[in-house]
């Protein structure tokens, strides 16, 4: 889909269909009351809009939309009203949602090309960016694996104008705003794509492919370490969860360096890296300690963060950001079989800290125990984490809200101002010693596995023991990485979470506040 700004009145848009973003008070009066362009659609219709609105009881509420056919009275064939809720509370978030909800019906109806109205609010920029993110996330669907005709779309959303309101020139600000969604869209679809691939598809060697892939691309530097470095690396940890799988794990390394930049080493002499780490568990059947079957269905996603985490760096890779970016990933599979690892055993970490094995399915921690303590040997500036690590974070917080931890004040408060900005919810969860004590061993330093309640708070403990005093946030995104039904401008499946905040965020650094 392409994307435009433009400019012109709603009623002489000659396309497919023409998205209308209405707040409830611009229904609440009448026509008469109405917003001028809403009112010149009114009455280009002949009253319908109003009338329609009045009879179907479409009153703009947020999530809800009416369709109305034009039958030649306008250029545009069809036209779609999206509720943005009450005009007092709007945030672009409204807008993205409306503007997927858009995409969809597009898609749905054929729609090659399609205008949006931009809502006649202050923060127009912010606009533009939620309306062509909505629209381009909104537009995405997983149908690699449909062979039928039916479920293919009979023609693709070609062109998308986004229409400023009335006297809103186009400016050097707008265009920004517009490149920017139409990146991190880019990269948030890849990533998606990465994580509905089933795990048949996408094993721990095609994901650092891809990676690779991605990296060339984006002129990144790139390197896999396979089996035997990690062993040398001494991260028995990580080497414990994969030892089960038929196929061997991949340490993955992506970085961007700003011109002129060396290796690791000279990384570390000069600006501090931004540096990420995803979970990259291809499957998770559980291990030994498996899971059943309706919980493990899903796990093929459970390599989510990893994808967020290279989805930033694709954004990366254009940002082009006068500091170093790495990101690295532990991808492997977490199986059952003659080798895998058991409950009881125990494990020696990077750092030399002993784990002992309580459950095979707590693998994610032990991953990220040893790839965060490797990536923290590049003294990073801020270290952030993307984990589908545990199930209690979906209990406590649901699939729309990112649980995030970490002891910084300084680090936690960046990532989430980078979150808001973006419309990716996240709350702060808290790491608490009172809970410390269930992380004991008998016989190794620590246990993968601490009580059941409070078990993200458990799992974002275990992690703390691996970055020492750095700036460190962990962000589990069991619940958010994909979403059980349509919503907004999310397909049911991967919703690509994270990407937009690490790519914010990494943003939010090249021009810090005064
Ligand atoms: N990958 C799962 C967490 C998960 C659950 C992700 C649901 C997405 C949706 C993780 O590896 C896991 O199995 N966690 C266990 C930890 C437990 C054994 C302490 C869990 O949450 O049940
Ligand atoms: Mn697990
Ligand atoms: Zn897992």
């Known amino acids: ?80 009203l999206l509720g943005l809720g009450a005009r007092q509370s709007f945030a672009p978030e409204a807008l993205r949602m409306a503007a997927g909800k858009g995409a969809k019906a597009a898609r749905r109806v054929g729609a090659a090309t399609v205008a949006l109205a931009l809502p006649d609010v202050r923060e127009i920029a912010g606009c533009v960016e939620a309306a062509a993110e909505g629209l381009l996330l909104g537009a995405y669907r997983f149908d690699r694996y449909k062979t039928g005709e039916k479920d293919k779309p009979a023609r693709e959303t070609r062109q998308a104008n986004l229409l400023l309101p009335a006297k809103t020139p186009k400016s050097r600000e707008l265009a920004d705003a517009l490149a920017w969604a139409e990146r991190v869209c880019e990269a948030t679809n890849w990533a998606r794509d990465l994580v509905n691939e089933p795990a048949n598809q996408l094993g721990p060697t095609d994901l650092a492919l891809a990676a690779r892939q991605m990296a060339v691309d984006g002129k990144l530097k790139f390197e896999a370490l396979d089996q035997d470095k990690i062993e040398a690396l001494r ?137 965060l303590a490797w990536a923290n040997e590049l003294e990073p500036a801020i270290l952030v984490d993307v984990a589908t690590l545990t199930g209690a974070c979906v209990v406590a917080l649901g699939n729309y809200i990112t649980g995030v931890f970490g002891t910084d004040d300084a680090a936690v408060w960046e990532v989430l101002e980078a979150a808001k900005g973006c419309g990716e919810e996240m709350w702060r969860l808290p790491i608490s010693d009172l809970q410390r004590e269930s992380l004991k061993s008998e016989i190794a330093d620590l246990k993968n596995t601490g009580d059941r309640w409070g078990g993200a708070i458990n799992a974002a403990m275990f992690l703390r023991e691996f970055v020492g005093q750095t700036p460190w946030v962990h962000l589990d995104i069991a619940g958010t990485s994909t979403s059980p039904k349509e919503r907004g401008y999310y397909a049911k499946g991967a919703t690509g979470h994270g990407v937009r905040t690490l790519a914010a965020l990494v943003r939010a650094r090249m021009a810090p506040k005064a």
């Open 1 to 80: 889909m392409k994307l435009a700004l433009a400019s012109g009145d709603l009623t002489l848009q000659k396309c497919d269909l023409l998205l209308v973003p209405v707040f409830e008070s611009d229904l609440a009066g009448g026509a008469k009351k109405a917003p001028a362009p809403l009112a010149a659609l009114d009455a280009a219709l002949g009253g319908l809009v109003f009338r329609v609105a009045a009879e179907e009881q479409f009153r703009g509420k947020a999530d809800s939309s009416l369709t109305l056919q034009s039958h030649e009275r306008l250029p545009a064939a069809r036209v779609l």
């Open 235 to 371: 991260m028995g940890l990580f080497m414990g969860v994969a030892q089960g799988s038929a196929e061997g794990p991949q340490l993955v390394h992506v970085w961007y360096e700003p011109a002129g930049g060396g290796g690791k080493k000279q990384a570390k002499a000069k600006t501090k890296p931004v540096v990420l780490v995803g979970k990259a568990i291809t499957f998770d059947s559980g291990g030994l300690s498996l899971k059943p079957t309706d919980g493990m269905v899903e796990m093929k996603t459970d390599m989510a963060g990893a994808a967020a985490v290279l989805g930033a760096m694709k954004v990366v890779a254009q940002l082009q950001p006068p500091f170093p970016v790495h990101a690295f990933l532990g991808a492997c599979e977490n199986m059952p079989s003659g080798r895998a690892y058991r409950p009881g055993d125990v494990l020696v970490s990077r750092l030399g800290k002993t784990v002992e094995i309580t459950n095979t399915d707590a693998e994610g921690r032990l991953v990220l125990g040893d790839v």
